[in-house]
C-alpha cells in the first residue's frame, strides 16, 4: 500500500462545477496535510493545509480531513478553467518528518 | 505564503561539468529544507533532507556524492551536481519550511539539461 494514495485522473468537471479531489494515507500519526497545485512545468504552490477533523475554507477551496478515515479531499467551488492543473495531496510522516506526496489529480476545467 | 526562491530558473551545461543551485526562504528561517527531482509527466521524488548546520540525509538510491547539498544557513539551501551527465537531466525543485509538521513552500524549480 502507498503511503499516500491519489486517482491520477483525469477528472473532467464543466465550468461553474465543484471539483472534488481525494486522497487517502496510510501513517495513522500522521498530524498534517496539504495541498498543492502544480501547472505543468511548474512547481508545486500550496493552497490549503489543514491539521484537525473537518472542514477548512478559504475561498473557493475546503480542505476536509477525517483522521479515523485516513482521508483528506479538496473541494473546488465554482471551477475555472484556470483551475486546470495537478493537485497534489501531502501527508507529513509523523516518524520522519517528511512530506510524503501522492502521484496527483489532473484536474480539467471545461469552458 | 511565505517565498522560496530558487536560482537558477534553468541551466544548459556540459557533460563532465558542475552545476550549482541555489534555495533561498526570503522571508523566513527555514530549518528545514528538501530537494526533488522531477521528470515529465511524473510525482515529485525526495532527493535528500537538509536540516540547517548538519548533514543532508539522502533518501536510498541517491548518490551523495554526486548530488552535494550544503544548508549553511537558515536561508539558503544549495545543490550541487557533479560530473553532471545527460542522465542528470531533470527539473530540480526545492521546498522550505520553518519546523517539523509546518507548511513547506516550493522554490520555481529549475531545470537542468546536461549536453
Same mark, same amino acid.
Given at each position: 500500500q502507498k503511503e499516500v494514495e491519489q486517482n491520477s485522473g483525469p477528472l473532467s468537471v464543466p465550468e461553474g462545477a465543484i471539483a472534488s479531489l481525494n486522497c487517502t494515507y496510510s501513517d495513522r500519526g500522521s498530524q498534517s496535510f496539504f495541498w498543492y497545485r502544480q501547472y505543468s512545468g511548474k512547481s508545486p504552490e500550496l493552497i490549503m493545509s489543514i491539521y484537525s477533523n473537518g472542514d477548512k475554507e478559504d475561498g473557493r477551496f475546503t480542505a476536509q480531513l477525517n483522521k479515523a478515515s485516513q482521508y483528506v479531499s479538496l473541494l473546488i467551488r465554482d471551477s475555472q478553467p484556470s483551475d486546470s492543473a495537478t493537485y497534489l495531496c501531502a501527508v507529513v510522516n509523523s516518524g520522519t518528518y517528511?512530506?510524503?506526496?501522492?502521484t496527483g489529480t489532473r484536474l480539467k476545467v471545461l469552458a | 505564503g511565505a517565498v522560496v526562491s530558487q536560482h537558477p530558473s534553468w541551466v544548459i551545461c556540459k557533460s563532465g561539468t558542475s552545476v550549482k543551485i541555489e534555495c533561498r526562504s526570503l522571508d523566513f528561517q527555514a530549518t528545514t529544507m528538501f530537494w526533488y527531482r *522531477?521528470? +515529465?509527466? *511524473? =510525482?515529485?521524488?525526495?532527493?535528500a533532507t537538509s536540516n540547517e548546520g548538519s548533514k543532508a540525509t539522502y533518501e536510498q538510491g541517491v548518490e551523495k556524492d554526486k548530488f552535494l547539498i550544503n544548508? /549553511?544557513?537558515?536561508t539558503l539551501s544549495t545543490l550541487t551536481v557533479t560530473s553532471a551527465h +545527460?542522465?542528470? =537531466? =531533470?527539473?530540480?525543485?526545492?521546498? /522550505?519550511?520553518?519546523g517539523q509538521n509546518t507548511e513547506a513552500f516550493f522554490g520555481q524549480g529549475t531545470r537542468l539539461t546536461v549536453v
Open positions: 517528511k512530506y510524503i506526496f501522492g | *522531477q521528470f +515529465p509527466k *511524473q =510525482s515529485l521524488m525526495l532527493m544548508h /549553511a544557513s537558515l +545527460p542522465e542528470d =537531466s =531533470s527539473f530540480y525543485i526545492c521546498s /522550505a519550511s520553518r
